[in-house]
């Protein structure tokens, strides 16, 4: 009720334009970052650039392109906020599977923690080639050479599953 418009990276963002934003981070996890950085001047007292930092820091979020991209391109994926499933395939179609699965017995694990380990897991395996999917229980980054890496979480009972899909020739790089 309160909008007002306003003019971010040269681009004017009118009230149905940025409820197209929220929608659009609400059902995906994936939020645009003119979105962000209005949050963050309107919501926090540090500067934007500093918030920002924070919140990769401590892997709340991922960048989901390159930090001297136009803001009207960058995207920051928050895994925590994803809605999808993300589902393994059970047969691999000229691909080599490699898997490990790793559980976690102790202590229980907060079940935020696996959403920290996505951001984690996606600053580690993306690069501005990349076309990184997140989902409530994990991610998937398929590479530009035709490699599928997946992580998998559950968080009841406790286990981190890493599956790295690669053809033949590449299977050295992937391991």
Known sequence: ?????????????????????IESFTNSGVMNAILLHHLLENESSMPVEISVEVLKTFHLL??????????????????????????????????IPLKVDL???????????????????????CDPLSCPEVCKNGA???????????????????QLTLITLTSPNKICEAW
């Open 62 to 95: 991922h960048l989901l392109g390159l930090s001297d991209w136009p803001l009207h391109q960058k995207k920051y994926i928050f895994p925590y906020f994803a809605k999808l499933q993300v589902v393994a395939p059970e047969i691999y179609n000229q691909l």
């Open 140 to 158: 998937v980054v398929t590479k530009d050479d035709g490699t599928v890496r997946y992580l998998l979480h559950d968080s009841t009972e406790r």
């Open 1 to 21: 009720d309160e909008f007002s418009s306003f003019i971010m990276d040269g681009e004017v963002i009118e009230k149905s334009r940025y409820a197209q934003m």
């Open 103 to 125: 559980f976690l017995r102790g202590f229980p694990v907060p079940s935020y923690v696996f959403s920290l380990v996505t951001a984690a897991y996606l600053d580690m395996t």
